[in-house]
């Protein structure tokens, strides 16, 4: 168990002493393997699963992970840490950022990061998120030690072999002219090299080809389909940040400017506001989500400056039409796939040319923050959507620009924060909100948006309800009640209204989503929760002359438990029903139920999670989504539909360098003879999957 001073009958009087700082650094020996523990690979699967689930997006998470787990990378000084650094930790209440803060005041600069301990208002849960992300110790980088940097720099090489069986109807007996014929291997292999020196200097590069696409011949004669390559400097100082080649860059609430993927309303009720990161290095393998050139960070005070230009090439589709001086080449859409297998697929590759430059002044003083960000953005050829109702008000045209401000304000147990923005033709919007805290059980979220019907939703990843900020208000209140250590409560309420059309409300649309969680947890090593969500949105109804609105409701009903049967093997097992009501009154319904079983010894090479799911969805619009675990950088988050069985078994290997982990996944389909659709159809009720990663680090 974790080490609590204030179970010893002595503890007022070692709160009140100095040596007890001492104290604290010998405990650092017989607590640290316990801290380690904390963060396994289990940990933070159950942190990222309540960001990952629900999600209609079938892409690569590691660029959102790279967002969730950038403090574990750039870890906060706790002797020089700000209110604002520890509230954008994102799990932090402001009551519990004030403790911290006062605990420094009153005793004075920490000696080690257990000394969090001491902090009544840190509890156990919180204490094992917060140690891996803070540090005592300043890194002293210096540019003219740059060479041994890069000697000394922490370096992995990873490589990742994919496949599934049977093969789908793209790679079978199509003719090689076909416009649907896959051309390339049924493989899909990843090399990354990532290396790291004191979380200062990190480099590396990325390599992908997708299942289907060529491998060094043909529309790939340089090997591999898609190539990115990072070079990222953080210390402290005048230069605070240098980013070359392909890096992200997000400020204030992600209005005005935040490339790469966003999170929307999840079981993580409080996690509303973006975390202000500025400049950061794009390790990941979505093709079209990203920025490449360069960007440097000057801070002088309280006062930092950031610039920032990127030019790449992306994916869309184009058309030739007719004007008056000619004929005109424009892009009638994005394609963020990233394959290009098929001739039509690879028609769309890097057809557009993307230009832009922003730039960023930020203040931060002791309770606010403010920021002032601009960005111009370009097109080689005009944008032109195609013409529907819903699209009227959408971007058009070859360029842009967006100006936003945004504050952070902190007082006491109150953490204000928003973003406003406006660009051009009335791309205007704004997220203003506010964390409450009641004292030490209570914690309260506020927040109001507004997104125009001109609102430009490119490189922005605002909070909202849809996948993109735009044609939306709404609010949004969030609630965690802790009624004792073992017994919480927490739940969402979000109300919102779409003002114009879109692809699915030909009509004034709204709606409500809310989510209610009740967590118990009798034990250090187990838990049980039961989550209700309900969501109600006005969408078509369609009938024979016109489309008329009615309301939809889809509800998830689910009870997880979880605990360790042996000290070495954990045990989770969960149940979910889904239901989902037509415009048209018709129900669907649903039900998952799955168990893990978890081998883990201390200290051993070998770890193997294994899990059975049984699902039967009546339904696509009734699936059910569930977070499965997956080799390093690999993300499975499939939504279940349909009747059948699953079966996943990950094995690791974990020897000095070198990680080996391999996974087989096997689907049995009960109520289909095929699966997908397209030329991505197999005609077979079975499928089976591999995932073999190997990782070998070294100096």
């Known amino acids: 168990m974790l080490f609590r001073p204030e179970l010893l009958p002595f503890h007022p009087v070692l709160q009140k002493m100095k ?19 904390a963060q396994s690979d289990e940990e933070q699967l159950k942190k990222l699963e309540k960001y990952l689930e629900n999600t209609d997006q079938a892409v690569d998470y590691n660029d959102l992970i790279d967002q969730v787990n950038y403090s574990s990378t750039n870890k ?35 000696v080690s990061t257990l000394e969090l301990q001491t902090i009544d208002e840190i509890t156990n849960e919180i204490l094992k998120l917060l140690i891996p992300l803070v540090t005592i110790s300043e890194t002293n980088f210096e540019f003219k030690q740059m060479g ?33 014929y896959f051309p390339g291997s049924p493989y899909r292999y990843q090399i990354r090299f990532k290396a790291n020196y004191n979380n200062s200097l990190l480099y590396g590069f990325n390599a992908e080809k997708d299942e289907g696409e060529d491998f060094f011949t043909r529309s790939n004669h340089l090997g591999f389909d898609y190539y990115s390559a990072h070079f990222f400097i953080s210390k402290k100082g005048f230069v605070k940040k240098i980013a070359l080649g392909d890096f992200q860059a997000s400020f204030g609430q992600g209005l005005t400017i935040a490339s790469g993927l966003g999170f929307g309303k999840s079981a993580l009720v409080m996690n509303v506001k973006r975390p202000n990161i500025g400049l950061r290095p794009y390790r990941a393998f979505n093709e079209n989500e990203f920025l490449r050139g360069g960007g440097i960070t000057l801070g ?49 590759e890097k057809n557009i040319t993307k230009t832009l430059a922003g730039q960023n002044f930020t203040y931060q003083g002791k309770n606010l923050s403010l920021g002032l960000t601009a960005i111009f953005n370009a097109y080689d050829k005009p944008m032109q959507l195609d013409d529907k109702i819903y699209n009227r008000y959408y971007f058009s045209g070859t360029n842009f620009y967006k100006t936003g401000l945004n504050f952070n304000y902190y007082l006491k147990n109150i953490n204000l924060f928003g973003e406003a923005t406006a660009g051009t033709n009335k791309s205007n919007g704004y997220i203003a909100g506010a964390y409450i805290s009641i004292g030490k059980a209570i914690d309260l979220v506020i927040a109001n948006r507004y997104y125009s019907k001109q609102f430009i939703w490119y490189n922005t990843n605002a ?76 969408i078509n109804l369609e009938s024979e002359n016109f489309n008329t609105l009615n309301w939809y409701e889809k509800t998830n009903f689910r009870i997880h438990t979880e605990f360790i049967i042996l000290p070495t093997i954990n045990f989770k097992a969960r149940l979910e029903f ?36 049984f699902f039967n969805v009546s339904d696509y619009n009734a699936r059910i989504y569930a977070v499965e675990n997956d080799v390093l950088y690999s993300w499975s988050v499939p939504g279940f539909s349909g009747s059948g069985t699953k079966f996943y078994f990950l094995g690791k290997y974990h020897f000095k360098d070198l990680i080996i982990q391999c996974r087989y996944a096997f689907t049995n389909y009960y109520d289909r003879k095929t699966i997908g659709s397209g030329y991505s159809l197999i005609n077979a009720n079975k499928l089976h999957e591999i995932n073999l990663l190997i990782s070998y680090g070294f100096n």
């Open 463 to 538: 909070f909202s309800e849809n996948s993109n900020p735009n044609n939306e208000r709404g609010t949004y209140v969030g609630l965690t009640c802790n009624f004792s250590k073992k017994l919480t409560f927490s739940g969402f309420l979000d109300a919102y209204k779409l003002p114009w059309y879109s692809f699915s409300t030909d009509g004034q649309g709204k709606g409500i989503d809310y989510l209610t969680e009740l967590n118990y947890k009798p034990g250090k090593t187990s838990l049980f929760y039961l989550r209700l969500r309900t969501k109600q949105e006005l």
């Open 76 to 110: 906060i000084n706790l002797n020089k840490v700000t209110p604002f650094e520890l509230l954008s930790l994102n799990f932090l209440t402001p009551f519990q950022a004030r403790a911290i803060i006062k605990h420094r005041m009153e005793y004075g600069d920490f």
């Open 19 to 37: 040596k007890f700082k001492l104290f604290l650094v010998l405990l650092l020996f017989w607590q640290f393997p316990y801290l380690a523990k």
């Open 300 to 348: 002088f005070k309280k006062f930092e400056s950031t610039t920032f230009i990127s030019r790449n090439k992306i994916d869309g589709n184009i058309d030739t039409i007719a004007t008056e001086n000619g004929f005109e080449t424009i892009s009638t859409s994005f394609a963020t796939e990233g394959f290009h297998r098929t001739k039509l697929e690879i028609s769309k």
């Open 578 to 613: 889904s239901k989902y009501i037509t415009p048209h009154g018709n129900i669907e319904s649903g039900n998952l139920v799955y168990t893990d079983f978890i081998y883990r010894k201390f200290r051993s090479p070998i770890s193997i999670t294994s899990r059975i799911a």
């Open 148 to 180: 041994q940097y890069f000697k000394k720099s922490d370096k992995d090489l990873i490589g990742l072999f994919s496949s599934s069986r049977p093969i789908s109807k793209g790679f079978e007996a199509l003719t090689a002219d076909s416009n649907l």
